[in-house]
């Protein structure tokens, strides 16, 4: 097979249709059953947005109540997910933590073996519902604190901070956690999505595809780019009492020396979009918002200044991990639960798109060109 025929990472290739989400790299857009994330982000709920997620429309004002009470009643952590939870080492990342939980609320789920479309509806919605208190009491317990039970009082984002800190966030706060949630809630066929669509494909079961959408997620090149941004950060050196200008200084000469060296920096780059992330300009208004709200100045330098100097040298524009690993800093995450973020809110794409390949499956089972060893036999 001639070497131009193999697409490798499958770049380019078309695979499905979805109704989903529509990226276009050419105009930097990002619809959301045709609705634009802007717009989503700017006037909805997180929660909202799951249910268009799912059903393709925004909820009425019935549809929504019902909807968040159904959520708000699934929000407990289940004392069972909370042992196997206890049992992972702290020295497991709280990716692990995620996956194994996933795992085990699909295990543990009374319609588990039950893959109808309201059957996969109802575990999409208890997983939404379910996957903050993991990631809130992981956080917790990793810092010897107590698990904080959720309040039915609060919507999404304000409980999932409640969670994780056991105290109210202020309305700026919740505001850009609500955005983030958002923005990382779907982007058509990304890698975790597409591993998760390979697995529903052959008739799996929902948590199963929810378990290797996390694997894929955990990745450096794709969700863990978030978490790899504050390690940046850090290797620059946060010194909050610079100025921006000074951080913005040290981070231009930090970059420009990893690029020489030919370093690979987590958080530029993307494969569909080559001008800029649809979703970055959206999300660093938010990170702008916590920077003020934080009073921490420093912090837009060391982001200017990285970005800044990777666009002189090689024109590589920020993708939406960019700005949301410093949002999730500043709010007090500790870095390595930046990635179990991005899960929580991508529960709902990845959910919509596993229901939408089984309303017109086709196993997902590609060829491959064969370079190994010619025929031979044993001696
Ligand atoms: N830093 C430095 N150089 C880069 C970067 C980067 N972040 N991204 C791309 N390049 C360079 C490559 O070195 C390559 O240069 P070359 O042609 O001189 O060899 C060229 O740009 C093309 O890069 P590829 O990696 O081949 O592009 P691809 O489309 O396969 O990669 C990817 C996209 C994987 C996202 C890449 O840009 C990357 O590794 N970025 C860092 C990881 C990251 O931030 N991932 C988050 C993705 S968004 C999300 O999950 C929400």
């Known amino acids: ?38 717009e989503l982000a700017a006037r909805c709920s997180f929660e909202e947005v799951a249910f268009l997620l799912w059903n393709g429309e925004l909820p009425n004002a019935e549809e929504l109540a019902a909807f968040t009470a159904r959520e708000r009643a699934g929000r407990r952590l289940d004392p069972v997910v909370k042992q196997v939870v206890d049992a992972i080492p702290t020295t497991a990342h709280p990716m692990d933590v995620c996956r194994t939980a996933a795992s085990v609320m699909g295990a543990r789920h009374e319609l588990s073996e039950d893959s109808s479309r309201e059957a996969n509806m109802a575990k999409a919605v208890d997983l939404f519902a379910a996957m903050p208190a993991v990631v809130a009491y992981d956080q917790r317990r990793r810092r010897g604190q107590d ?63 929810v378990t290797g959408a996390i694997g894929a997620l955990k990745g450096p090149l794709h969700g863990g780019a978030n978490e790899a941004v ?90 939406l991990d960019y700005p949301a690993g410093p949002t999730y800093h500043l709010m ?10 991005f899960v929580a809110s991508r529960i709902t794409g990845w959910t919509a798109h596993f229901m939408e390949q089984l309303d017109s499956n086709s196993l997902i089972r590609p060829l491959s060109a064969y370079n190994g060893a010619e025929e031979r036999h044993v001696p």
């Open 1 to 38: 097979m001639a070497e131009e025929e193999i697409k490798k990472g499958l770049a380019g290739v078309v695979v499905d249709y979805t109704a989903v989400s529509k990226v276009n790299p050419d105009t930097n857009s990002l619809l959301y059953r045709g609705y634009p994330v802007q």
């Open 147 to 209: 698990l904080v039970e959720p309040r039915d009082d609060l919507g999404y984002s304000a409980n999932f901070l409640w969670m994780a800190f056991g105290e109210e966030s202020v309305p700026e706060v919740v505001d850009a956690f609500n955005v983030s949630m958002i923005l990382y809630a779907e982007h058509s066929f990304n890698a975790s999505t597409f591993a998760g669509r390979v697995i529903m494909s052959t008739l799996s079961d929902l948590h199963s595809a």
């Open 230 to 319: 504050m390690h940046t950060f850090d290797e620059i050196g946060i010194r909050p009492e610079e100025s921006l200008e000074e951080a913005a200084t040290r981070a231009k000469a930090w970059m420009e020396h990893a690029l020489e060296q030919k370093k690979k920096v987590m958080g530029f780059g993307h494969r569909v979009y080559k001008h800029g992330d649809s979703r970055v300009p959206t999300m660093k208004a938010a990170l702008d918002k916590m920077i003020a709200h934080y009073g921490r100045p420093e912090l837009l330098g060391l982001y200017n200044g990285l970005e800044t100097a990777m666009d002189e040298a090689k024109g590589i524009k920020p993708n």
């Open 332 to 341: 007090g995450f500790d870095t390595l639960m930046f990635t179990p973020l």
